[in-house]
Structure formats: C-alpha cells, structure tokens
C-alpha cells in the first residue's frame, strides 16, 4: 500500500496538469485542410500558410445574415478585445468564410467590415466551386433559401436566407484542429483562455 501511495505522489509531482482544452475535441488533433483560391476583402489571395505561427479563430457565414452572423461576430469581438488586454494582438487571427458567393463580392465584405468594425478579422469570399470545397472539407452545411419574408411587428420583410452551420472552428500555430465550438452562443471566457494556452505551446 505505501508503495503505491509513493508511486501515486511521484506521478503527481512528476507530471503536471495539462491543459485542456474547453471546446468539442472529437476528432481532433487534424491537419486543416487546405483552403484554396479564396478572396480576402483586400482582394487578395488566401492562404493559411501566411498565417503560420499564429492561432486562427475560424468562422462561417454571410454578410446578409440577420441573426446567427452578427451574434457570432459580436462575440468574436468581445474575444478580440480580450486577447488584445492580455497582450496577444497579432498572435492570432479571426477568419470568416462566407457561405454566399452569391452576394458576398469582395466590396461587399469590405464595406462590411468597415462598418462593423471588425478591421483585424479577415472576410473570405471567393468562386462557389472554390468555397464549396471549403466548406465541405470543413464539415460546414449551407443551404440556400433565397430571399424569405419576414414578420417584424406589422411589417413584412424580405431577408435573404442561407442556412449555415454555425461554429468556432479552432486552428494551431502548426496547423492543425484542435477543436471546436457549436452553436451561436460562443462561450468568450473559454475561448479567450484556450486561445492563450495554444499560443503559448
Ligand atoms: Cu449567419
């Protein structure tokens, strides 16, 4: 018994806690895949090589969205601007991939950006070829609904609609998934610390 209780308190001392990461980790450690001939909003190639050594934080959506995005977006900023505190502005980069080439033109996204203030975030559009591939490889649904009429109060709106999968898909400084986060409601404080944990590897 004393022997094992001496072995247990030299596993404890030998090996400290790892982190662990907050997000849903099925799957992964994976190499992210390639993304491919996609447009940034400053009308230039793509590509998650320029991004090495930094940890990417990386979304999907339109610029027309009228609810899901812009939640998304908001918390992505609230993360920004935490990181930011702590020091780690230009370690890592917020990347949003749009799911209507429809309508998401390079001006389009630029003008978007401007307006909402997401100036750090990169906006990537790109040929429907090119981001379906992406958004396959990515495991990211889209569904296009055209435009749809909306009640708000008395009033009738039209609202152009794509159903997306909404997630927080989290990129190593070697490239590699670490994990995910489902759903609009992304949770900012565990966000914020993972990233700073995969910034410090
Ligand atoms: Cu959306």
């Not at 190499?31 to 009308?43: C, F, V, Y």
């Not at 390079?106 to 429907?128: A, P």
């Not at 055209?146 to 190593?172: L, Q, W, Y």
Request: aromatic letters at 12%.
């Amino acid at each position: 018994m004393r022997k094992i209780i001496f072995f247990l308190f030299v596993l404890i001392v030998i090996f400290p806690k790892t982190y662990a990461l907050e997000g849903s980790t099925k799957g992964f450690p994976k190499k992210a895949p390639e993304i491919k001939n996609l447009i940034t909003d400053e009308g230039e190639t793509f590509s998650l090589e320029n991004l090495k050594d930094k940890v990417i934080i990386l979304t999907y959506g339109y610029t027309h969205c009228p609810h899901v995005c812009p939640t998304i977006l908001g918390f992505l900023k609230q993360v920004e601007e935490q990181l930011n505190l702590k020091g780690y502005k230009g370690k890592y980069k917020i990347v949003f991939i749009s799911v209507d080439p429809k309508y998401d033109t390079v001006e389009r996204l630029k003008k978007y950006k401007k307006q909402n203030e997401y100036e750090d975030f990169i906006f990537l559009t790109g040929k429907k070829d090119d981001l379906e591939k992406v958004w396959k490889k990515y495991k990211v649904f889209v569904r296009d609904r055209g435009m749809m009429e909306m009640k708000h109060g008395n009033m009738i709106m039209k609202h152009r609609m794509v159903d997306h999968t909404a997630k927080v898909t989290i990129i190593d400084k070697n490239g590699y998934i670490r994990e995910e986060f489902l759903g609009m409601y992304l949770p900012v404080e565990s966000i914020v610390k993972d990233v700073e944990s995969l910034i410090k590897e």
